[in-house]
């Protein structure tokens, strides 16, 4: 087959591999029909995530079932299906308490309790280095997809890929950083980057209850969008001072939730760069400590972004003195995807309008160019085998 194979940072290229196999009876091979770039891609493809051996990488994608192992009583040849970006067993404690994302069986050399930065992480990720299972992705034509059976979701007649693509990832990753902000009704949130998840954080902000949304980002035309296709107001942090601006839209207060939808690969000055190598961090927590001063008191800070490492001078002393509570992760996918799915369906919401560029996946360097240097004003990237 062929597949977009990352080589080293900055080094990801088109070329053939072994087909995969069914390993495992709850195994499914999958042709994959449509696949798409995401933020977290750039973590290994810059480096900040450490990857040695090669590997297709690719956590957002569909297709069609080609295969089925013989433990796989619900699924069938033909089928259309999408997937949840983590892999879960469905059978263990974490999976039992919806908790899919900490599955223990899913990523048996590195998985613990410790959540460590080499060592003891959490559950199998599909495309996501070694120390998350060492999975292929979905980036190619054809993919093994371990737990079949108990991650795949059936694609309704109708609906066409760009549709129901994002409910692998950045739909319910937008979703749940809403929902954990607990929202009554009519609450201000204030959600900063309007890259992918971040648009999606916005729409689910409106479809739970919220009263105002404020989207927060240094590039104008993705301001742009967010406006276009969410209806929210836009604050740009070239031309305000978004703390201020914030607490001035909100009496004073600040918004009850802040979503960080940026993680660690934030805007860097020179010195902010130099601090981070002296004190071994990777990238850099100051949209964290944005949302800490932006979020109201007693409000919630909600945490979709990566992080990955320790980060010194962390504001602790902010976050109680304030009472902030903050939720950090990733999303509940398999915990959601249904209910995801039946707004698409109901046209409650429309994810396709986010998307920018769609290319030939033999075209994957040129997408992870224009994505990774937010050029020729890239969004969405989604590829097509």
Not at 350 to 363: R, W
């Amino acid at each position: 087959m062929k597949a977009a194979v990352f080589h080293k940072v900055g080094d990801i290229r088109y070329e053939t591999m072994d087909d995969p196999k069914i390993e495992q009876s709850r195994d499914v091979i999958l042709r994959i029909t449509s696949t798409a770039i995401c933020g977290s891609d750039l973590h290994i493809y810059d480096g900040f995530l450490p990857q040695l051996r090669n590997e297709v990488l690719g956590h957002e994608f569909m297709g069609i079932v080609e295969d089925v192992g013989s433990g796989v009583t619900n699924l069938k040849k033909g089928d259309r299906v999408v997937v949840p970006f983590t892999i879960a067993c469905g059978k263990c404690y974490f999976c039992e308490h919806h908790l899919e994302m900490h599955c223990e069986n899913s990523n048996p050399e590195f998985y613990g309790p410790d959540g460590g930065l080499l060592t003891q992480k959490g559950g199998g990720l599909f495309g996501y280095s070694d120390l998350y299972g060492g999975y292929n992705g979905g980036q190619a034509e054809y993919v093994r997809v371990p737990y079949a059976d108990y991650g795949l979701r059936h694609v309704p007649e109708g609906l066409k890929d760009e549709q129901v693509l994002f409910l692998t990832d950045i739909f319910p990753t937008g979703w749940s950083s809403i929902e954990w902000g607990e929202l009554k009704g009519g609450e201000t949130v204030a959600i900063f980057g309007s890259g992918p998840v971040g648009l999606m954080a916005q729409k689910s902000a409106w479809l739970q209850g919220a009263g105002r949304v404020i989207a927060i980002d240094p590039l104008e035309y993705r301001l742009e969008r967010a406006r276009r296709v969410n209806k929210v107001e836009t604050l740009n942090p070239n031309e305000v001072d978004v703390v201020d601006a914030i607490r001035s839209m909100t009496e004073g207060r600040g918004a009850d939730l802040c979503v960080d939808a940026v993680g660690m690969e934030a805007d860097r000055s020179f010195l902010e760069k130099a601090k981070a190598v002296i004190n071994l961090e990777k990238g850099t927590p100051k949209i964290l400590e944005l949302c800490f001063q932006a979020v109201r008191r007693g409000g919630i800070v909600s945490v979709v972004g990566v992080y990955g490492t320790p980060f010194d001078n962390f504001s602790v002393g902010r976050m109680f003195d304030k009472g902030i509570t903050v939720r950090f992760g990733q999303s509940f996918v398999h915990k959601n995807i249904d209910h995801l799915l039946d707004l698409v369906v109901q046209g409650k919401v429309v994810l396709d309008d986010i998307v920018s560029h769609v290319l030939p996946l033999s075209e994957i360097s040129h997408g992870y160019d224009i994505f990774k240097k937010k050029q020729d004003d890239c969004t969405k990237v989604i590829l097509k085998p």
